[in-house]
């Protein structure tokens, strides 16, 4: 079945630093891919989407490319700050609604 | 902005107590979900609803129940706790296909 490999954390890093989320997936057919962000004590908001291989979702200074080649969908940031502590989750949807999700990566920014 | 509103975001009972979740989604919405999140394991889907009064079983629907009898609302029950039932549940509603899920802000339950 689907299924959504991320890397485990949690991932501490200092202000401005670089921040990599390995995402792996598998999958029949062709999913759409998804990350969404968890702030603390609220639910789950959609960060980026990618619905076909080469696309580059991008929101909030994150990017991440759908890699079919690779079946990966990592999610980069350049710089990070304090605010951007959160729980990511990476997601693949196929071709009904349901998403499967990644176990979710806690990343703590310290100033 | 979709608004999707989880009626508790604290709830305590006791074992075999009967329990409802209640999700109301202001878009309109046809499809909604129940999830639980687990630390180490994700989200897991419960049930979800294609439209009023039609349900699907998700992963993991064993103890637990769903109503949809209006658009707007979908209502999560669990016929009788278990401890193993704490958790943090998570409804989302979403319009189509190829669309994003929007959440609401969760209920955690814990079951003594």
Redesign the interface.
Known sequence: GDS?TQMEGPVTLSEEAFLTINCTYTATGYP?L?W?VQYP??????LL?A?KADDKGSNKGFEATYRKETTSFHLEKGSVQVSDSAVY?CALRTN????S????TTVTVRA | DVK?TQSSRYLVKRTGEKVFLECVQDMDHE?M?WYRQDP??????IY?S?DVKMKEK?DIPEGYSVSREKKERFSLILESASTNQTSMY?C?S?VT??Q???????TRLSIL
Do not use: C, I, W
């Open positions: 959504v759409s998804f969404y004590g609220e639910g789950l908001q959609l989407k619905t989750f009904d609604y349901k998403l999700f990644g176990a979710g | 999707v499809n979900f180490g394991l994700g989200l897991r889907l979800f294609y998700g998570l989302a979403m296909d190829n994003p899920q929007h959440f609401g802000d969760g």
